[in-house]
């Protein structure tokens, strides 16, 4: 399968499905690393990993949002992908974008979801004072974070000594395995595993 890895910063989870997608075994391939942002740090990495990349900024469109969401819909057919993963792509999506990639396109979003939708989601972890926390990767529907979940990796939360970074940077490690694994899944179904790294104490599932 034809992917397009959708992003508008450092592009580490992108890393993880580059790497990911390098093996022969692994049941797709990124035609497309597609930013709004040109300045874009993983689109530096994409291009020197000799990836197809696109930077399609949204500045230029304004407020029309859909015009936007065209102008990428146009270089994703042109690259010729068929499944979209959003890594870290921070614009809102309208349903003309959700519906056009309908069942093709999945998130990964940095809590445990439903719980903590949108940003900041680690200090409010830490607010609500929750002990476990995590990440999820998640099919893209209309509403923000709402999709149905495909897989989440959960961590614990250490109340006395976390502060955002320390947690958020215990979650990305997750987000790493998570992202590609869950990809791997629902490629290929639920006969394929989702592998546990070992010395992993992160619950996946
Ligand atoms: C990740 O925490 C991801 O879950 C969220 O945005 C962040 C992107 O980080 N959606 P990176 O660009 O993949 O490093």
Not at 16 to 43: H, Y
Not at 99 to 106: C, K, N
Not at 108 to 134: D, K, N, Q
């Amino acid at each position: 399968i034809r992917i397009a890895i959708l992003i508008s910063g450092r592009g580490s989870n992108m890393r993880s499905l580059i790497a990911a997608c390098a093996a022969s075994d692994f049941p797709a391939s990124v035609s497309l690393v597609l930013s709004n942002r040109e300045d874009a740090a993983g689109l530096i990495y994409a291009r020197e990993a000799g990836l197809e990349v696109r930077a399609v900024p949204h500045r230029p469109y304004g407020k029309d949002r859909e015009s936007h969401e065209r102008a990428v819909n146009a270089a994703l057919t042109e690259a010729g992908v068929e499944f979209v993963c959003l890594a870290g792509y921070m614009r809102l999506l309208t349903p003309y974008f959700t519906d056009s990639w309908a069942g093709q396109m999945i998130n990964i979003h940095p809590s445990l979801l439903p719980l903590f939708p949108g940003t900041h989601t680690h200090e409010r972890a830490l607010e609500a004072g929750v002990r476990v926390h995590g990440c999820t990767v998640h099919r893209v529907t209309a509403g923000m974070d709402e999709g149905p979940i495909i897989a989440q990796a959960a961590v614990p939360v250490f109340p006395d000594t976390d502060t955002p970074d320390s947690l958020a940077a215990r979650v990305l490690a997750q987000e790493h395995l998570l992202y590609p694994a869950a990809l791997r899944r629902l490629l290929c179904g639920p006969a394929c595993e989702m592998p546990v790294p070992e010395k992993n104490d992160a619950l996946l599932v």
